[in-house]
């Protein structure tokens, strides 16, 4: 299975960005759905962005227009990058990778977790 490692969190003030990294093994990264969930204080864990093989991408309404997820095959990595972040976004964002066969999902790998702190 694929090892996921997620970087690039911290603290930064309300309207500035942060862009994320997720750094995987990568023996099927290229074929495989990436994607970005959140968990916040008290709150459900919750998809952030999503990113197929093919490039198509999904968003959670509450990042649109914001937040944009990428993926660079040749560097078994994806990424999340955060713009005019706000307060609420602050929660610990995990990076997934989903690889789906004929016979339905093969694996699920999440990584442990980038804290993400907007101050305002």
């Known amino acids: 299975q694929v090892q996921l490692v997620e970087s690039g969190g911290g603290l930064v003030q309300a309207g500035g960005s942060l862009r994320l990294s997720c750094a995987g093994s990568?023996?099927?990264?290229?074929?495989?759905?990436m994607a970005w969930y959140r968990q916040a204080p008290g709150k459900q864990r919750e998809l952030v962005a999503r990113?197929?093989?093919?490039?198509?991408?999904n968003y959670a309404d509450s990042v649109k227009g914001r937040f944009t997820i990428s993926r660079d095959n040749a560097k078994n990595t994806a990424y999340l990058e955060m713009n005019s972040l706000k307060p609420e976004d602050t929660a610990v964002y995990f990076c997934?990778?989903?690889?789906?066969?004929?016979?339905?999902?093969?694996?699920?790998?999440w990584g442990q977790g980038t804290q993400v702190t907007v101050s305002s």
């Open positions: 990113i197929f093989m093919g490039g198509t991408t």
């Open positions: 990568g023996a099927m990264f290229s074929i495989a759905t």
């Open positions: 997934t990778i989903r690889v789906v066969g004929t016979s339905g999902t093969l694996f699920t790998s």
